[in-house]
């Protein structure tokens, strides 16, 4: 056999390192996977959307982008977010997604923030044929809406007030007072907890409305107090649930069961309130770090990425789920929407809060809960079967 | 109900009702004086909430010191503004009809620009400390610290305005102004460095309100707008350009406001504050407060 000529030996090691050069550039070149969504960045969302939502899709990108992009049936192919402000507007939330899903044609999309914009979109996910995983969205119409490729991660206003009233039946809770934002959140939560205090034995003895920005709640908060109800409700939104909180401390109004709704598991609580005044205070929660190894990977993966903001106790770790289903979902059937479609509604998905399946649009598996500030962390209470703490059956005075 | 809970309700309402007040003085200030109907005036204030928030939880700096510092900043951004924007307009425009639309056109521009930069700055989220929340015992009723130190300043610095427009020189210039801008003039007034300096001070004002309001509610880049609403509402039942007039609206407004969420529904209250808003602009146009022809 002949020598191998000088010009050969050259060719292989030009073509040797020319692969090796070139290799993760032709790995890279794959076509990235477009992912579509609105967020509100301006507005009265904004509060909800940039804790509880937006951090997780760029954490998300993030981390499936440093291991060579997300995995499409075995191919890496890089994640790119096709992303834009709604301004907390329901009409351009419409229009966004019209945009993202019927002409600019990403290859998914990811939710807006809220109740009332995925109420608006939900139907178009249906019409374009692409599953929304909601991790904000609690509505019972919604579900009963039953649109295929919708999904709401969150527990609904259901499980979430019989958790809160056997909770309180458990422990003696007598009289309660109500206090709601009058929008479909807090419209549809009112009526689910008055369904589940019917034959509980707990009496209603004050409930009012109030609107959304609301600036002074002490009147009302002066007249509960009168009333000196064992349990004080409050279906409220962040800025809402910090203003009750501080007024009831204001007005000393002071029940055994204090609960309050969105924001009370932000950080933002805590650090308004401080730990020792937030101490017992309940709220809408269901996950922290020790629910299980995935979510104290995540708390900590979050928290370094945006220079110690924490996610929230209750909708992040929801929001995180989705992302899980998503990716483990592409994983197995790619980027056909409708085969992706059958396995979110088919498959019970092993995720950070626990497992998740859907009924129809409603993930069934994970209980209502409900949370309860201790010592700095926010506890989940309730159902003990994923409690992270025991209940403090009442609330030490405000501090 | 008890003489207590209703000295306690009337207490709260004039407590919200003191905030109300020291953000309509300075809108009424710039309306009242110069025509500048600021629509961005809550935009300053939020500006000058963010900035005590930030002293605070950045160098630990007491929100009483930041209120001073918000004055000076904002003072100095509105003598900025006026120079920037409202100059060139007084400059420009045939009358003062004219000079009054575009200046509301200018100041909704200012609007959005603030509370852009704010979100750019800040990010959208809510923020907020903890200031002097510890409840105070007044006979029976009990009151946040902060909300009682809130209505304290507010009134203060109410009162130093009024006095400042009423006993001294300045003041009477500033008063003869508002009477007769022409006339004034031809005093030997000196509208080019009193309006921006007017300007200033009312926003100003609006950086105190902020700071003071930082201490007992959440701040978002979206808080302003509300106030300017509410600030509106007050100088209307006060009278334009009568600070005596904000002073008592504002306060007026805050207990209607309280009475009617105690015995109503909290849902009611814009309800409430509209209906009121619109009778007195049918009713008594020139506000409750003034006696006809007498402004300031």
């Not at chain 1, 399946?357 to 309860?372: D, H, L, R, Y």
């Not at chain 2, 007039?245 to 309280?258: M, N, S």
Request: positive net charge; hydrophobic residues 45%.
């Amino acid at each position: 056999m002949a020598q191998p000529s000088k010009r050969t030996l050259l060719k292989g090691v030009a073509a040797t390192v020319g692969a090796a050069a070139f290799a993760p550039h032709l790995l890279a070149a794959q076509p990235p996977v477009r992912i579509g969504y609105s967020m509100s960045r301006t507005g009265p969302w904004t509060g909800g959307a940039q804790v509880s939502q937006e951090p997780n899709y760029l954490l998300w990108a993030e981390q499936q982008n440093a291991l060579g992009g997300l995995d499409v049936k075995g191919v890496r192919r890089p994640i790119e977010l096709v992303s834009s402000d709604d301004r907390s507007d329901t009409e351009t939330v419409v229009r966004t997604y019209e945009k993202l899903m019927g002409s600019d044609k990403v290859d998914l999309v990811l939710p807006p923030w809220g109740s009332n914009a995925n109420f608006a979109v939900a139907p178009l996910a249906n019409r374009f044929g692409y599953p929304f995983l909601a991790p904000t969205a609690l509505s019972k119409r919604l579900v009963e809406m039953k649109l295929p490729y919708f999904f709401l991660l969150l527990q609904q206003p259901k499980p979430m007030c019989d958790a809160l009233v056997d909770m309180l039946k458990a422990n003696g809770a007598k009289t309660i007072a109500v206090i709601y934002v009058d929008d479909l959140f807090g419209l549809e939560n009112y009526a689910a907890l008055r369904v589940a205090l019917q034959g509980s034995g707990i009496t209603m003895v004050e409930d009012k409305s109030y609107p959304a920005g609301v600036k002074d709640l002490s009147p009302v908060l002066r007249s509960m107090k009168d009333k000196n109800p064992d349990v004080f409700v409050g279906f409220t939104y962040p800025p809402d649930t910090i203003l009750a909180s501080k007024q009831a401390k204001e007005v000393g109004f002071n029940p055994r069961f204090f609960y309050a709704s969105v924001g009370t598991a932000f950080q933002l609580y805590r650090n308004v309130m401080t730990p020792a005044g937030a101490e017992g205070v309940l709220g809408m929660g269901s996950w922290n770090g020790k629910t299980s190894p995935g979510a104290k990977a995540y708390f900590d993966a979050h928290t370094r990425k945006f220079g110690g903001k924490e996610p929230d106790r209750w909708a992040s770790g929801a929001c995180w789920a989705g992302l899980e289903i998503l990716t483990a979902g592409v994983a197995k059937v790619g980027l056909d929407r409708k085969a992706l479609r059958d396995y979110i509604a088919t498959t019970r998905h092993k995720t950070i809060i626990g497992d998740i399946q859907f009924t129809g649009s409603e993930n069934t598996a994970t209980p209502g809960t409900v949370g309860q500030w201790q010592n700095g962390e926010f506890e989940v209470v309730w159902p003990s079967k994923v409690a992270t703490a025991k209940l403090n059956p009442s609330k030490p005075a405000w501090k | 109900m008890s003489i207590s809970a209703w000295l306690e309700l009337i207490a709260s309402g004039l407590i919200t009702g003191g905030i109300y007040a020291l953000v309509a003085l300075g809108l009424n200030l710039q309306y009242g004086l110069m025509r500048i109907l600021n629509i961005a005036h809550g935009e300053f204030l939020m500006v000058g909430a963010y900035l005590t928030w930030l002293f605070q939880t950045s160098y630990g700096l007491s929100p009483l010191l930041m209120v001073p510092v918000s004055f000076v900043v904002l003072l100095v951004l509105g003598v900025a503004v006026h120079f920037l924007c409202f100059r060139r307009l007084t400059a420009t425009s045939p009358n003062l009809d004219v000079f009054e639309a575009r200046g509301l056109m200018v100041a909704f521009g200012l609007m959005f620009l603030v509370q852009n930069f704010a979100s750019w700055m800040w990010g959208g989220e809510l923020r907020g400390y903890d200031y002097m929340t510890e409840p105070v015992k007044l006979g029976e009723a009990q009151f946040a610290a902060n909300k009682l130190l809130v209505f304290f300043l507010a009134l203060v610095f109410s009162g130093a305005l009024i006095v400042l427009l009423r006993m001294t020189l300045l003041g009477k210039g500033v008063r003869a102004l508002m009477q007769s801008p022409i006339g004034a003039q031809l005093m030997g007034i000196d509208t080019r460095r009193l309006h921006p300096l007017m300007f200033g001070i009312g926003l100003g004002l609006s950086g105190i309100a902020g700071a003071l309001l930082s201490m007992a509610y959440t701040i978002t880049p979206f808080m302003g707008q509300p106030y300017t609403v509410t600030a509106l509402i007050v100088i209307t039942l006060g009278g334009f350009g009568s600070m005596g007039g904000a002073l008592i609206g504002g306060l007026f407004l805050g207990v209607i406001e309280a009475l009617g969420m105690h015995f109503s529904n909290p849902s009611l209250k814009a309800l409430l504050s509209y209906a009121i808003f619109i009778a007195v602009l049918l009713l008594r146009p020139e506000g409750l407060f003034t006696r006809k022809g007498r402004k300031a």
